[in-house]
């Protein structure tokens, strides 16, 4: 079994502690809104990453939005997702196993990005402040 590496960013790191140590009665928010944490494997080093998330739901499914605040790169865990489809994600006190995709169609890419804004408004202001296309990715029950 790999080993979790937890993210070098303290603020990103403690949270996550705080939410999964308290079995996702505490940390659940950020800025007041609700995000998740999403566990999946690092595709260069095979380690158990964990990364803190907005919430969007979609049904029975989430939307993953790769905004990094606008920042002019991808975060890394795009990468990991692209590389194993395989999540975990804590929503509160509930763990789903999920299978993730990478949303590459038009209209369905418009249908969650408009989720994503009315869950969390800045990601507008994010997808206006980068050159890059946002990677967006729909989790879905394995």
Known sequence: ?????????????EQIELYESSGGTQGTELGGRPVIVVTHNGNRTGAIRKTALMRVKDGDS???????????KN???VYNLRADADVEIRDMTEVHRMRVREVDDAEERARVWALAVAAFPPYEDYKNKTSRTIPVFIAEPA
């Open 75 to 77: 975060p890394v865990w």
């Open 1 to 13: 079994m790999a080993d979790y590496v937890p993210t070098p960013v303290k603020w990103v790191r």
């Open 62 to 72: 989430y939307v993953l939005v790769a905004s990094q605040g606008g920042a002019p």
